[in-house]
């Protein structure tokens, strides 16, 4: 029995390194593809270095850093479940687990992007890239919450607090690159 509690000490160490690990690399790739996506803008003598560049710092990240710790993630909650069997009766593993099925999605979605742009194929703009940006992060607010709260879910004004918050700060990423763009259009006018 001290085994498997050790395990299970072990599984869950390893999972949460694996999905903080995961989650670095998914946010920071897809602004990759945003600087990626930009270098249109940029004068034409120096967008062919700046998008070879970031086909290699997409490419490392994601071979290197964030699917490796997608696996991580993974295989370690398996073991998790192996543990605890029982989880896999309750409503709120089954929300988790198709909250993870639908980051794999994503995952999947940007290695589909990463080559995209690196055949020169990508129609996505760099504004559909900011709004995909914050996907993950509201599926890591409610993982985070399914995880601590399990089947007492809270529906009360804390919830809807971080529901807000997390809509807050997606949107004022939008603005701030908004603002941005027609601060540098208003520029190259003058």
Same mark, same amino acid.
């Given at each position: 029995?001290?085994?498997t509690a050790e395990a299970?000490?072990?599984?869950?160490?390893?999972?949460?390194?694996? =999905?903080? =690990?995961?989650?670095?690399?998914?946010?920071?790739?897809v602004r990759l593809f945003?600087?990626?996506?930009?270098?249109?803008?940029?004068?034409?003598?120096?967008?062919?270095?700046?998008?070879?560049?970031?086909?290699?710092?997409?490419?490392? $990240? #994601?071979?290197?850093?964030?699917?490796?710790?997608? @696996?991580?993630?993974?295989?370690?909650?398996?073991?998790?479940?192996?543990?605890?069997?029982?989880?896999?009766?309750?409503?709120?593993?089954?929300?988790?687990?198709?909250?993870?099925?639908?980051?794999?999605?994503?995952?999947?979605?940007?290695?589909?992007?990463?080559?995209? $742009?690196? *055949?020169?194929?990508?129609?996505?703009?760099?504004?559909?890239?900011?709004?995909?940006?914050?996907?993950?992060?509201?599926?890591?607010?409610?993982?985070v919450m399914l995880v601590?709260?399990?089947?007492?879910?809270?529906?009360? #004004? @804390?919830?809807?607090?971080?529901? @807000?918050?997390? =809509?807050?700060?997606?949107?004022?990423?939008?603005?701030? #690159?908004?603002? *941005? *763009?027609? *601060?540098?259009?208003?520029?190259?006018?003058?």
């Amino acid at each position: 029995m001290a085994l498997t509690a050790e395990a299970y000490l072990w599984f869950k160490t390893l999972h949460i390194v694996g =999905v903080v =690990v995961w989650f670095a690399g998914l946010f920071y790739l897809v602004r990759l593809f945003i600087y990626h996506v930009e270098v249109e803008e940029l004068d034409a003598a120096v967008q062919g270095p700046f998008r070879d560049q970031y086909a290699l710092m997409e490419r490392r $990240l #994601a071979n290197i850093i964030t699917t490796p710790g997608m @696996a991580v993630a993974v295989s370690m909650a398996v073991g998790l479940l192996v543990c605890q069997p029982g989880w896999l009766q309750q409503g709120w593993m089954h929300v988790k687990l198709a909250l993870v099925a639908g980051l794999l999605a994503y995952h999947w979605l940007c290695y589909r992007l990463m080559g995209q $742009l690196q *055949r020169g194929e990508c129609q996505w703009s760099g504004r559909q890239l900011r709004a995909l940006n914050e996907l993950p992060t509201l599926m890591l607010v409610l993982v985070v919450m399914l995880v601590v709260f399990k089947n007492q879910f809270p529906t009360g #004004a @804390a919830t809807w607090f971080m529901v @807000a918050l997390v =809509v807050f700060m997606a949107g004022s990423i939008q603005f701030y #690159a908004r603002w *941005r *763009r027609l *601060r540098r259009e208003a520029a190259a006018g003058t």
